[in-house]
């Protein structure tokens, strides 16, 4: 089975503070991905990567930044937190395309900021 | 961009009885997945469907694709409590995914 795990289910953090939010896929997968959920909102991405050291911004990349060392893992930065930045954040990753491109995702980090 | 519309929004019914939820498009897709969400969780995937007319089956759940592949339904026999969540279809759309807004299902002991 796919596996995508971020490394925090649940944070608090301070207003200016900066954030990390770590993930790890263990198939293999060349395509990661970080959306926020909010209510009536549904599903938005933030930021998208194809590839190691590549990274493309989706729908609301302001105030984020990501980075893709290895191909496992995709981290999001919150490079100076604000209230409206709280918010469930689901990592996903995907294969390269092709019939039955699937995407699968973590278990989501709760991330409130005050 | 292609989007994808979900109905209906809500749905609340008592154990026992069948339903059937949809996902439509006017674009095409190369494959669509259903994920079922529980509060507080990330979305868990039940199923993709790729062939145009696909049908699958999970225990009481059928799903297809319509023979455009533009849309998709989720029948439910016989709900229980713990299908209760909300329910989102996504898209294919090359290396992306074009997700729906859900249906929320509510299903009552």
């Known amino acids: 089975d796919v596996k995508v795990t971020q490394s925090s289910r649940y944070l608090v953090k301070r207003t200016g503070e900066k954030v990390f939010l770590e993930c790890v896929q263990d198939?293999?997968?060349?395509?990661m991905f970080w959306y926020r959920q909010d209510p009536g909102l549904g599903l938005r991405l933030i930021y998208f990567?194809?590839?190691?050291?590549?990274?493309e911004k989706g729908d609301i990349p302001e105030g984020y930044s990501v980075s893709r060392e290895k191909k496992e893992r995709f981290s999001l930065i919150l490079e100076s937190a604000s209230t409206n930045q709280t918010s469930m954040y689901l990592c996903?990753?995907?294969?390269?395309?092709?019939?039955?491109?699937?995407?699968?995702f973590g278990e989501g980090s709760w991330l409130t900021v005050v | 961009t292609q989007l994808l519309e979900q109905s209906p929004q809500f749905l609340s019914i008592q154990e026992g009885e069948n339903l059937t939820v949809y996902c439509n498009s006017s674009?095409?897709?190369?494959?669509l997945q259903w994920y079922r969400q529980e509060p507080g969780e990330g979305p868990v995937l039940l199923v993709t469907?790729?062939?145009?007319?696909e049908v699958k089956k999970l225990k009481r759940l059928t799903f297809q694709f319509g023979d455009a592949r533009k849309d998709s339904s989720l029948h439910i026999t016989a709900a229980q409590p713990g299908d209760t969540g909300l329910y989102l279809c996504a898209g294919a759309e090359g290396q992306n995914f074009v997700f729906g807004p859900g249906t929320r299902l509510s299903v009552l002991p």
């Open positions: 469907v790729v062939t145009g007319g």
């Open positions: 674009s095409v897709f190369s494959s």
């Open positions: 996903a990753s995907s294969l390269w395309g092709g019939a039955g491109n699937t995407i699968y």
């Open positions: 990567s194809y590839d190691v050291k590549m990274k």
């Open positions: 198939m293999d997968h060349e395509n």
